[in-house]
């Protein structure tokens, strides 16, 4: 099989992947932001986009907003290799870059929100932690994202500006999958973003630690180059940037741009 039929091929599974896609023909803009937008979103994204994702439904009567949701490399990955979709909003600059830099990016990925670490422990926090170096101690479970992935990049800054040795008994792909650990009593604590815990509120707590601040996250969003709703992209790319959308952000708990 030649290169070019076998990056097609791959185009094709990935495009699969992405639930609720439908033919060319649903995908059509009338310029206004109307039609199927395919958005990309990091996981730590996931609450806050779907609702933006109504918001801008509504917005823009005929739209419909189609969310792919997964950690950041995995969808600057698939967007590399032919995934079809509008937009792309990154948990780090890094990711981001490795669209950019393939050509795939249309126009400067623009800063929209930016996010922080804390400490997720199970409610009541059964294991009594403080900050990073107890998540040190013999016999503390902790789950970490894998270092290619944004949340993974972070602790591993955090970690390193306290100083401390810390060894995490399993490694996830994406913020989810960490926090998903210490929901499931898997593991005592974890180190995701503040919006995660916080949108989980009902089964963990958020422990706040002074080296987070060394590791803030910014969150850039940008439409992609081959865009099946190039007109839709754009809309979308402006609504977050928008007020009402920057203020469902801060709700979610992240901080401005």
């Avoid at 995934?83 to 950019?100: E, G, H, K, L, Y």
């Avoid at 190039?230 to 979308?236: D, H, K, L, Q, S």
Wanted: hydrophobic share 45%; with cysteine.
């Amino acid at each position: 099989m030649s290169a070019r039929a076998t990056r097609t091929a791959m185009a094709v599974v990935l495009a699969l992947t992405v639930a609720g896609c439908g033919a060319g023909d649903d995908r059509a803009s009338d310029g206004r932001g109307t039609g199927a937008v395919t958005v990309f979103a990091a996981a730590s994204l996931t609450e806050s986009f779907r609702r933006i994702g109504k918001d801008f439904e509504a917005a823009n009567p005929g739209s419909t907003v189609t969310l792919n949701v997964a950690g950041s490399s995995a969808l600057a990955n698939q967007i590399n290799q032919g995934a079809p979709a509008d937009v792309f909003a990154s948990a780090a600059p890094a990711n981001m870059a490795t669209v950019t830099g393939a050509g795939n990016a249309d126009g400067t990925p623009t800063t929209f929100a930016r996010n922080q670490l804390v400490i997720a422990v199970p409610r009541g926090n059964p294991a009594g932690v403080t900050g990073l170096a107890d998540l040190s101690r013999s016999g503390v479970k902790v789950a970490l994202c894998a270092s290619q992935v944004p949340c993974g990049a972070a602790a591993r800054t955090a970690v390193d500006a306290a100083g401390v040795a810390l060894t995490p008994v399993t490694l996830e792909q994406d913020v989810k999958g960490a926090l998903a650990k210490v929901k499931l009593g898997e593991v005592d604590a974890a180190l995701v973003y503040r919006t995660d815990a916080r949108a989980a509120r009902a089964d963990v707590t958020g422990v706040e630690f002074a080296e987070s601040a060394r590791a803030v996250n910014d969150y850039p969003i940008v439409a992609l180059k081959d865009a099946p709703n190039p007109a839709g992209a754009r809309a979308f790319v402006a609504y977050v940037r928008s007020a009402p959308a920057q203020a469902v952000l801060a709700e979610a708990g992240f901080q401005a741009p």
